[in-house]
């Protein structure tokens, strides 16, 4: 089984084809394709490569499925004795990708 680790967005992401994952939000339009140039660590069954800090000539290629908003997340903050609240949401924007390919 072929897998890579790839970063994005200042995460780290374990990949294999068929994967589908969430990650930050990225430019690109719903159905096209991205290329992860930053690829941290490739494996298949026989060969390892560990990049220092970057495997050269190492790509993941994914097809973008939707461009999206995550869950509400609260935000509260309150002191007390002060009569000091405030309360905001949130909603992480994120794209979900499909990895198509794994090119070392």
């Known amino acids: 089984m072929t897998f ?3 970063q994005t ?3 780290q ?3 294999a084809v068929g994967d589908i994952l969430d990650i930050e939000k990225l430019d690109a339009a719903e159905g096209s394709e991205v ?4 690829v941290l660590l490739t ?3 026989k060969d390892i490569s560990v990049g220092q800090p970057i495997v050269e000539k190492a790509k993941v290629t994914a ?3 939707e461009q999206g908003k995550g869950e509400k997340k609260m935000v509260f903050r309150f002191k007390a004795k002060t009569r000091y609240r ?3 949401g949130h909603r992480q924007l ?3 990708v499909k990895i198509i390919n794994i090119s070392a």
């Open 9 to 11: 967005g200042g995460k």
């Open 35 to 38: 290329t992860f140039s930053e």
């Open 4 to 6: 890579a680790v790839i």
């Open 63 to 65: 097809q973008v499925l």
């Open 86 to 88: 405030k309360k905001k």
């Open 13 to 15: 992401y374990k990949v």
């Open 43 to 45: 494996a298949d069954d």
């Open 94 to 96: 994120f794209t979900k």
